[in-house]
């Protein structure tokens, strides 16, 4: 099975946006740092070339990551889905079971846009997956390296 990489309009566009900048203005300055290396003499003990060789296999190694990405987006419209259960492109409140605290807003996105600094979290990750199709007032477990927690949907948005 292929893997798919599920987004919103948007991110694609900033990949395509990053593999253009990538493929344009990076790729130029990386040969022009390569030229430059060159320009200092014995390449067998040049660390300048040596790091400029080693930045253009970064550079082509996201650039395959970014084009590999592209061609198995697969784009969710985020409006389509309702709020009857969690699904991406849902804004989901949870409550702890146990101290029955409630936990910041998280946003299911795909794993392309997951930030958990901002509370983005992926489809793909022990969180996400355990929200997937979860409606409210149902409870789901996530196994964490502190134990299994139980989390009660309380409120699902759009």
């Known amino acids: ?67 590999d990405i592209l061609l198995h987006a697969v784009i969710v419209d985020e409006s389509d889905a309702g709020t009857n259960a969690v699904g991406i492109g849902c804004r989901v409140t949870v409550a702890d079971v146990k101290t029955g605290r409630e936990m910041p807003e998280y946003k299911v996105v795909g794993s392309q846009e997951a930030d958990p600094m901002h509370h983005a979290i992926s489809e793909d990750s022990p969180f996400g997956k355990a929200l997937m199709g979860a409606k409210e007032g149902d409870e789901v477990s996530v196994d964490a390296p502190v134990g299994t927690i139980v989390y009660r949907v309380v409120k699902i948005e759009r």
Do not use: H, P
């Open 1 to 67: 099975m292929k893997k798919e990489y599920k987004m919103s309009a948007e991110r694609k566009e900033e990949l395509q946006n990053e593999l253009t900048y990538l493929k344009t203005v990076r790729e130029q300055e990386v040969a022009d740092l390569i030229k430059e290396a060159r320009g200092f003499g014995d390449l067998s003990e040049n660390s300048e070339y040596d790091e400029a060789k080693n930045e253009q296999g970064k550079l082509y190694s996201r650039i395959a990551e970014v084009e």
